[in-house]
């Protein structure tokens, strides 16, 4: 029993001892910047810059939500084309058929009640 109990947690001290070094390598890599950095603030350093462009003006702008939605339905369908190719490949393999399209059906409707709330919301129209 202590035999099992010293090998369980032995498993736990090498995750635990390769954690410590991982933090202490990023550690010493942020110091090592640090100290060997110039350091020579000028007015031109401390502006705040994005792009190679001066800052003009206020720093908000308006964007439009809509895009990013898109982007989210499409991210969504992209996980699903994922999820269709390995069940496609168990599907196929004997003993599984009825289960996998089962499942999967169910995923699909999940992704169709999404679709059908996002149609109903407006979100799919070009206005």
Do not use: N
């Not at 035999?3 to 001290?13: E, N």
């Not at 000028?42 to 800052?55: A, I, N």
């Amino acid at each position: 029993m202590t035999v099992i109990a010293a090998d369980y947690f032995h498993s736990y001290s090498v995750v635990g001892l390769l954690a410590v070094v991982g933090v202490l390598f990023v550690a010493v890599a942020f110091g090592a910047g640090r100290l060997l950095r110039p350091v020579v603030p000028t007015p031109e350093k401390l502006l705040t810059y994005e792009c190679g462009v001066d800052p003009v003006g206020e720093g908000w702008a308006h964007t439009q939500v809509r895009y990013y939605v898109y982007a989210f339905l499409y991210v969504i369908f992209a996980v699903d084309s994922i999820f269709l190719f390995p069940w496609a490949t168990v599907f196929a393999a004997p003993g599984y058929g009825a289960t996998t399209l089962a499942e999967m059906f169910i995923f699909l409707g999940f992704l169709a009640v999404g679709l059908l709330y996002a149609y109903k919301k407006g979100v799919l129209t070009w206005a």
